[in-house]
């Protein structure tokens, strides 16, 4: 059985594709995946699974979709994979309000976009993960999931590092 850590995009953000944890978590029970537990309202997801991480992803969306009539995309990762994102972090900050990472629906060869007027912002992309440093705070910064998205031509979710710090304690 494998264990996977599914970070959801875009649910319970200013009102809008709103799921309560509690209906999440019975659909992904009936679905049929095992050990379900979430963790605040934002979609973060830890469950087992005999399936592979996108075929995890699939069967929630679609799910998702069906049950509650939402078009909403899922990210997975394993516990190792969210241990070596936290570890390969390469700013030198620990201040969970400024730490965070954007996880990508597939790997990346890219290693720069053009963002123009990020201030003191930094990031770095490597594969799946941009990893970002925002001093400004993430109110303010202009390294968002949309522009992520729209630089990459991928799907994007973001994660603070107090949330995923969090997840790999629930997952252990």
Do not use: W
């Not at 075929?55 to 190792?80: M, N, S």
């Not at 969970?96 to 990020?118: G, M, Q, Y």
Request: hydrophobic share 40%.
């Amino acid at each position: 059985m494998n264990k996977f850590i599914v970070l959801l995009r875009g649910i319970n953000v200013s009102g809008k594709n709103k799921i309560l944890m509690s209906d999440l978590r019975d659909l992904l029970k009936d679905l049929g995946f095992k050990n379900v537990k979430t963790y605040i309202q934002s979609g973060n997801i830890i469950l087992n699974s005999e399936k592979t991480k996108s075929e995890v992803c699939k069967i929630i969306q679609e799910g998702i979709f069906k049950k509650f009539d939402l078009h909403i995309h899922a990210i997975a990762r394993t516990l190792a994979e969210l241990k070596t994102t936290i570890n390969n972090y390469p700013f030198s900050s620990t201040n969970d309000k400024i730490v965070a990472f954007t996880f990508l629906n597939k790997c990346i060869t890219l290693k720069t976009i053009n963002i123009s007027n990020i201030g003191q912002d930094k990031y770095q992309i490597n594969k799946d993960i941009v990893y970002l440093y925002c001093p400004s705070g993430f109110g303010k910064t202009k390294l968002t999931n949309n522009i992520m998205e729209k630089k990459l031509d991928v799907i994007a979710t973001t994660r603070n590092l107090k949330t995923t710090l969090k997840l790999t304690e629930l997952a252990e």
